[in-house]
Nanobody
Framework: QVQLVESGGGLQQAGGSLRLSCAVS????????MGWFRQAPGKERLIIAA????????FYTASVKGRFTISIDNAKNTVYLQMNALKPEDTAVYYCAAAKFGYAYQYWGQGTQVTVSS
């Protein structure tokens, strides 16, 4: 089992920055991929960034590429999402998730709300 706990959400003005954290506990290994998803009101949950547990490979969707950075601190078992140049359309609940390589994301955090005002 893997447990994930997100933190760091809140209210920010457009153009500002926030950093989300995802504390990971349980049975993880280098075969895991960690992802950040977000779900805006009335919309489906979509992946926006992912990183391998080793930190060697990262992925971003077009909507956040160049503004958001995913990183991992293996010593602290924590995944981060640095969000810069925030836009009102970034408003959503952000979820951290974990997947064993080759499998769908099966472990989820409880989510943290990010609200960006114009």
């Amino acid at each position: 089992q893997v447990q994930l706990v997100e933190s760091g959400g809140g209210l920010q003005q457009a153009g500002g920055s926030l950093r989300l954290s995802c504390a990971v506990s349980g049975r993880t290994s280098s075969s895991y991929t960690m992802g950040w998803f977000r779900q805006a009101p009335g919309k489906e949950r979509l992946i926006i960034a992912a990183i391998t547990w080793s930190g060697g490979s990262a992925f971003y969707t077009a909507s956040v590429k160049g503004r958001f950075t995913i990183s991992i601190d293996n010593a602290k078992n924590t995944v981060y999402l640095q969000m810069n140049a925030l836009k009102p359309e970034d408003t959503a609940v952000y979820y951290c998730a974990a997947a064993k390589f080759g499998y769908a994301y099966q472990y989820w955090g409880q989510g943290t709300q990010v609200t960006v005002s114009s």
